[in-house]
RNA sequence: GGUCCGGUAGUUCAGUUGGUUAGAAUACAUGCCUGUCACGCAUGGGGUCGCGAGUUCGAGUCUCGUCCGGACCGCCA
């Protein structure tokens, strides 16, 4: 070992020890005098002292040396006389006796500092550089006691994790697989897993009633700040159990890691409906830190003369308590707000509950004092509260109106990252219709199975079939997903039958699943959570690239490595493959 | 596929109506300083204003194109 300690342990109860300490140069101070160096480990911060008086050598050697450098340094504990508490080690330093430099550092092209003056692009490029910092590396510890945790839990309760192939064969349904050429078989392609889905089954099939994995899945899609195209999960499955035993089991794990890495105790997670969370927040991730649920407000605006409301198959609104101060342009933002692009809402309509019986609304001309009073009974509002109402499309108008009760969530102050509100959604719809192919697409995914008292409207009313799928929500975010699956052989081939896919096409792509169910498939069901957002939400930020030690950027590059990029002609023509470059 | 925002010193940014030699902070270098801990003080070096074209007497600034980055919509069973 190179060292006796690290930069994070020593204290007052090591003075007088001689010690080895190894570590980067984070910063030095040079008094003229005297001169002093912090060096940093992943473990913390420790000082040396170096004094001219007492060794003038050693001390101007300390004067040259720059920031990240790698150092082993042989001293003393020692007792300081100006003490620091901002840090554990702050009590003591280390006067130096020898020093050597292990290696030595450029500049670094950003400091290395919580508050780093390096932009998300450069700290990319020298990911390994913006490891170094405390903000950075706290999130992958996270990761690290969470991943520990979650092994712990399930572990206990008799799960066994099994490895299944990266390299399997591509399936059409779902999002875009990517690619992987073969060698071996020209002009053949491997896919990479989008989710190990069928070989989690195909584990029930073989008796392995308790599986999990912690597993890379790959989506060629487009990026988001908590999408990348590589990601983790935890993928789970269980024999032998009902929808309520796997929400209970993973309510369980959920728990457990709160508990065990944030020293938070959950309560018993409250559940909703896919359609009420629809009515309620407009989006089936609902983020439920506050309330501000939607109200319908058809039979009491629709039919008095305004005729965007009398046109529209939705009128609603939200309350946004103690806004009516609102002025002309807080209120315009949040017109311009809904009607950007990316929301498409046409406009906004407010009532103002100013004082007692007087309200105040953008729509005075066609609704009486009476009216706006209704409306505000509706809310429950109180005075100084701010109606905001919308109107349009359903499905539209939900999702505007979902995007503003966000907005206002933020605006005013109601979604604190500390806090957490997780949230079952239940009973979503089987089937989902496209209109653009005109077909209907699994909602979860073609394994999902229906309610059993859905099951005779199949064939004839699809788009009433509920489903046994579930999502586990945490402050609006989707941080897991599963369903009960089919595991009758007949009632799967209905199901291709509804998503379009000949009985050859599904023996095609599937058969080796649908084989299996033929040799005695348990009733089985499961769930996956996206492990790379979970720890982002524990962490309490938004984007869960800096909980990925190397994740990829906007477009899908490693802008550190260069990938992805061309290979040789050699390496193409051994694959069989050539490119043509459209324009 | 689409919408929006950004690109100026190593870095983060400012840069007025198009007008003299493009600034600040920080980092870096040098010097001074014996208790600093974001040390302080002084001095100094550092610029293809992303790239290309255009308008103009004159472009960091205006126009078009292009590249790169970010956020979002579509997409993500």
Redesign the pocket.
């Known amino acids: 070992m190179l060292r006796t300690h690290t930069c994070g342990e020593l204290t007052l109860r090591n003075l007088g020890q001689t010690v080895t300490l190894c570590g980067w140069l984070q ?1 030095s ?6 001169t ?1 160096i ?1 060096l940093r480990d992943r473990y913390g911060i420790t ?1 040396l ?1 170096f ?4 060794n003038p050598d050693l001390c101007m050697f300390a ?2 040396l ?2 990240e450098f790698v150092l082993q340094i042989r001293g003393t504990v ?1 007792e ?5 508490t ?2 554990p080690t ?1 009590e003591i ?1 280390i006067v130096a006796e020898n020093i050597t430099i292990l290696n030595e550092a450029k ?1 670094p ?3 290395i ?1 919580d508050n ?7 700290r ?1 490029k020298y990911r390994y550089l913006d490891l170094r910092r405390n903000e950075v590396r706290k999130n992958l510890e996270l990761r690290h006691k969470v991943s520990i945790e979650i092994r712990n839990y399930l572990n206990k309760l008799g799960f066994i994790e099994i490895e299944t192939p990266f390299l399997i064969k591509s399936t059409p ?4 697989d990517f690619i992987v050429p073969s060698r071996m078989n020209q002009g053949e392609f491997y896919a990479l897993p ?2 190990p ?1 069928q070989y989690k089954q195909l584990l029930m099939v073989s008796g392995f009633d308790r599986y999990f994995q912690i597993v890379r899945c790959f ?1 060629d ?7 990348q195209p590589e990601f983790t999960q935890i993928d789970c499955e269980m024999s032998f159990i009902t929808q309520e035993d796997i929400l209970q089991t993973f309510e369980g794990m959920t728990k457990h890691l709160f508990i065990n890495v944030m020293g938070l105790e959950l309560e018993t997670f409250p559940r909703i409906s896919y359609t009420d969370a629809m009515k309620y927040y407009g989006s089936d991730k609902p983020d439920i830190r506050f309330e501000m649920k939607f109200v319908e407000l058809n039979s009491l605006l629709k039919g008095k003369g305004f005729g965007v409301f009398d046109n529209a198959e939705l009128v609603a609104g939200i309350n946004a308590s103690g806004c009516a101060e609102y002025t002309r342009k807080q209120l315009d933002e949040l017109t311009d707000f809904v009607k ?5 809402a046409n406009g906004l309509v407010y009532i103002k509950y100013t004082t007692e019986d007087e309200f105040k609304s953008s729509v005075d001309k066609f609704y009486s004092q009476d009216d706006l009073k209704k409306v505000a009974e509706a809310f429950n509002a109180k005075v100084g509260d701010l109606i905001l109402i919308m109107a349009g499309a359903e499905e539209k108008t939900q ?1 505007a109106l979902c995007e503003l009760r966000l907005e206002m969530g933020n605006r005013l102050n109601l979604r604190n990252n500390s806090v957490f509100s997780p949230l079952w959604v239940i009973d979503f719809p089987l089937f ?1 219709w ?1 209109e653009e192919t005109k077909r209907f ?8 199975s229906p309610k059993p008292e859905d099951i005779p409207l199949l064939e004839t009313e699809a788009q009433k079939v509920f489903a046994n799928a579930y999502d586990l929500v945490i402050n609006g975010v989707e941080i897991g997903g599963g369903s009960i699956r089919i595991y009758d052989r007949q009632l799967q081939n209905r199901m291709f039958k509804m998503l379009g896919f000949s009985e050859q096409e599904a023996q095609n792509q599937f058969g080796f699943l649908l084989d299996a169910f033929e040799y005695g498939a348990p009733p089985h069901g499961g769930i ?1 959570f996206g492990f790379d957002r979970l720890c982002a939400v524990l962490g309490g930020v ?2 869960i ?1 800096d909980f990925i030690a190397f994740p990829k ?3 899908g ?1 490693d ?1 550190m490595s260069g990938s992805p990029s061309c290979i040789s002609k050699e390496q193409l023509e051994e694959l069989g493959i050539n490119i043509t470059i459209e324009n």
């Open positions: 910063r101070r040079d008094l003229g005098g005297m002093f912090d000082q002292a004094n001219m008086e007492t004067r040259k720059s920031r020692t300081r006389s100006s003490k620091n901002k840090i702050g330093e500049t092209p950003f400091t500092e780093t003056d390096g932009g998300d692009d450069l990319m349904e779902g999002a875009r989008q989710s889905q989506r899609e487009d990026l988001r700040a908590d999408r950007r692009p990316q929301i498409g999702k989902e496209d697409y699994a909602k979860h995914h073609p394994f999902t996956a938004d984007s690239r950027n906007n477009s590059r802008v």
